[in-house]
Nanobody, 114 residues
Framework: QVQLRESGGDSVQPGGSLRLSCEPSGNIFDIINMGWFRQAPGKARERVAQIWSRDRREYAESVKGRFTISREHGNKLYLQMNNLKLEDTAVYYC?????????WGQGTRVTVSS
C-alpha cells in the first residue's frame, strides 16, 4: 500500500506561480512511476505531467514550458507551476504506479482568478 498526500494548492492571480508537493508513505520503494493529474469542474481528469522510470518526463501540451515535474530521493514529488492561467484552475492529484496498482492522493485545489 502507498499513501499520497498533496500540498501547496492555493488561490493565485493569472501569471502567478505555485509549487505543489506530494509526500508518499507506506511501501514507497515499490513506486515505479509518478505523476500529476488535474480535474477541473465539469471535466474529466487529465494527466498534467508524468515522470517515468529513468527520469523520462512527459507533459500535457497545455502546460509545456510552464510546469516542471521533479522527484527527489524518497519519492517526494513536486510540480512547479509558473505563468498560471485561468484554465489551470482545478483540483490537482498526485498519482503513483506500483507493479499491479495505481494510487491517488486526495487532491489539492488550485484556483487561478483575477
Amino acid at each position: 500500500q502507498v499513501q499520497l498526500r498533496e500540498s501547496g494548492g492555493d488561490s493565485v492571480q493569472p501569471g502567478g506561480s505555485l509549487r505543489l508537493s506530494c509526500e508518499p508513505s507506506g511501501n514507497i520503494f515499490d513506486i515505479i512511476n509518478m505523476g500529476w493529474f488535474r480535474q477541473a469542474p465539469g471535466k474529466a481528469r487529465e494527466r498534467v505531467a508524468q515522470i517515468w522510470s529513468r527520469d523520462r518526463r512527459e507533459y500535457a501540451e497545455s502546460v509545456k514550458g510552464r510546469f516542471t515535474i521533479s522527484r527527489e530521493h524518497g519519492n517526494k514529488l513536486y510540480l512547479q507551476m509558473n505563468n498560471l492561467k485561468l484554465e489551470d484552475t482545478a483540483v490537482y492529484y498526485c498519482q503513483a504506479d506500483v507493479l499491479h496498482a495505481t494510487y491517488w492522493g486526495q487532491g489539492t485545489r488550485v484556483t487561478v482568478s483575477s
